[in-house]
Every structure is written in C-alpha cells, then in structure tokens.
C-alpha cells in the first residue's frame, strides 16, 4: 500500500509544533490519540528527539502509520498500537497527551470518555494538548466553522464542533484544569489541559 496522506496535516504540522514544542520541554514519554496517517508523529518526534512519541489509532489505521513510522527509522518512535476510547487504554503514566481533529470526529459521549481516559493516564502536573475548531458558548468562533459544523452534523448526526463550555465539564470531572487556549490558523486553536496535581519529584 502507499503510505496515507492528509494535505491538512502537511498545511498544519508546523504551526502545531510552534505552539506545543515548548510545552513538551520537560516531557518525556507522550500518547497521540488519533494519529491518523502518522504524518504529524513523524515531524513532530523528529524534532523533539527528547521525547518518546507513542502513536495510537483504531486498528484499521496502524497499517498507513507503520508505513510513515518505517520510512522515518526515528529512535523515539516506537510502534503504533490500537486504541478505541470504548476500548482498553495502554499501561503506565505518560508525561503528556496530544491530540488533533478527533473531537469533532467522535460523538460527544465519546469525548467525555477520552477526557476520562486521558486523566488516568497523565501523571500529576502532565499536560493534554487538544486540537482542533472549537465553539464557545454555543456560539462558532467563525462562519467556517459554522459551515464546518453544519457539514459535519449532516454527514454524521454524531460528530460536530465541541464547546469549550462541555469539554470544560468534562476535564474538571477527569482532574484536569485549563492551562492555555492558544490560537492557531483557520479559525483552530490548541487546548492545554493540566493533570492537577504536583508533578513527581525527578529521581
């Protein structure tokens, strides 16, 4: 198979890594949830060679990662595995969190169970870096967006733009606290939720 390709990961890799490098500094193991075609992995760990990028995606999506995952030979990059938020989360605490263009995918009980598994799997003080369109308020921060939102509803009555006001209530019941809300181009912005809690002594 050829590798996958999203022009929109290629148009918004740089611009993301702007905002979440340095807030990545002093991590060093991080989740991707939802990672796609492995596009913004590949990028991303290539210049935080630090940092321990673990891809996730449904099943169905690992062959397209493994391709971009093969071709970039990164040390930091070890192989995707499945994830399904209804499904079984990975072991362990990670330092951080990322993820881009999922919660519009998922329906909005399924984005209150991601919250929930991202606060299990952050350790005190790690951060959850969430990307994408989102409203306010019940209010659209732009007409695209509106039309974004209308497209979406109507291809699946389950997906749309979340509010911050939701994705605010579910954080708060996972431990996790609103850190930043930087803005990003076309109308996007990343979300930077905190695992409350002090982080662990370095030993």
């Known amino acids: 198979m050829d590798k996958p390709f999203y ?3 290629e148009e918004n890799k740089a611009p993301i890594l ?6 990545l500094n002093g991590a060093r193991r991080l989740l991707e949830i939802g990672s796609g075609t492995g596009q913004h992995a590949v990028h991303f760990a290539a210049a935080l060679p630090h ?5 996730s995606d449904l099943a169905e999506q690992l062959p397209g990662i493994r391709l971009w995952l093969a071709e970039a030979r990164l040390a930091n990059l070890p192989p995707p595995i ?3 938020v209804d499904g079984t989360w990975p072991e362990g605490l990670f330092d951080a969190v990322f993820s881009a263009n999922t919660a519009h995918i998922l329906s909005l009980a399924r984005v209150e169970r991601m919250f929930a598994g991202v606060g299990r799997l952050l350790a005190p003080g790690g951060l959850f870096l969430l990307y994408g369109p989102f409203c306010r308020g019940g209010r659209h921060q732009s007409d695209s967006n509106a039309a974004f ?4 509803r109507r291809r699946d009555p389950a997906s749309g733009v ?4 939701d994705l605010a209530r579910f954080a708060a019941a996972a431990g996790l606290s609103l850190a930043e809300d930087l803005a990003m181009p076309v109308n996007n912005r990343t979300l930077v939720w905190r695992r409350l809690g002090e982080p662990a002594s370095p030993q």
């Open 51 to 55: 940092l321990t990028w673990q891809c």
């Open 149 to 152: 939102d209308d497209w979406l």
């Open 162 to 165: 979340r509010d911050l006001d």
């Open 82 to 84: 499945a994830l399904d």
């Open 7 to 9: 022009p929109s990961s």
């Open 18 to 23: 702007a905002a979440i490098a340095p807030r």
